[in-house]
């Protein structure tokens, strides 16, 4: 890390990013944390998703996929949502044996225990920033909403790093959000991706699970580029690349 004052108008730009990054990962965090309210679903297709929409991304395929199920939705499309989302997130029913409740703890850990080593990894990481779950969340640490909404926690305190002068901080806030994408939520999420997939009937998680997998390859490339404008002389993402 060298040395270096940011001008007004870069914090504010960096903030800026911070702040949208903090949102979105809310958003992605709130489709697998329950199912989705008759206010949130009317709230979500009155969006307009065209400038998502070119067909050349994964979260363009994500966000026309919610597109098309909204733009036809009807009474009965909460139901059907509801549905989907009990069944393949919530664990209702499993595929060949196998339960797609978004936890790490469900993927990586052999014993299939929900609160297995993965949620002490994801608990003992929040503790190191002074966070914890509330105590009637009802899910473990290793559940993929928790994570969504700790990426969004480390983006926000980063941005207040930056609008306090914290260049270092901000900088160091953001290499742990490059090492909790790769070590905490890329080394399973492809496993649930997938199994998602033999089980969801309709567009619209197939999409959410798109947008989420193409918006965590985004950020890698959104944090490295950060930490080349807070002056990182070896940004986290060219390391790792360097040392395979």
């Given amino acids: 890390m060298t040395a270096q004052t940011l001008s007004p108008e870069t914090v504010d730009a960096l903030c800026s990013v911070l702040d949208d990054r903090a949102d979105f990962y809310l958003m992605l965090a709130g489709f697998y944390f329950k199912p989705l309210t008759q206010d949130q679903i009317d709230v979500l297709a009155a969006q307009d998703y065209e400038a998502y929409i070119d067909g050349d991304t994964l979260i363009d395929e994500g966000f026309d996929d919610i597109r098309r199920v909204l733009r036809k939705r009807h009474t009965g499309t909460r139901r059907i949502l509801a549905t989907e989302w009990t069944s393949t997130f919530g664990g209702a029913e499993a595929y060949k044996g196998r339960y797609c409740v978004p936890n790490a703890s469900v993927f990586l850990d052999k014993s299939g225990s929900t609160y297995g080593w993965p949620r002490n990894a994801a608990s003992r990481i929040y503790r190191e920033h002074c966070l914890r779950l509330q105590d009637n969340s009802g899910m473990p640490e290793s559940h993929l909403s928790f994570e969504l909404e700790f990426l969004a926690t480390l983006s926000r305190e980063a941005a207040a790093c930056l609008r306090s002068g914290d260049e270092q901080g901000a900088a160091a806030l953001l290499v742990d959000s490059q090492t909790f994408i790769r070590e905490s939520i890329l080394t399973w999420f492809s496993d649930l991706q997938n199994l998602a997939f033999c089980m969801l009937k309709t567009r619209f998680y197939r999409g959410v699970l798109k947008i989420t997998e ?31």
């Fill in 214 to 244: 193409g918006y965590l390859a985004l950020d890698l490339e959104t944090l490295a580029d950060m930490l080349v404008e807070l002056g990182c002389d070896a940004p986290h993402a060219d390391r790792g690349e360097e040392a395979a």
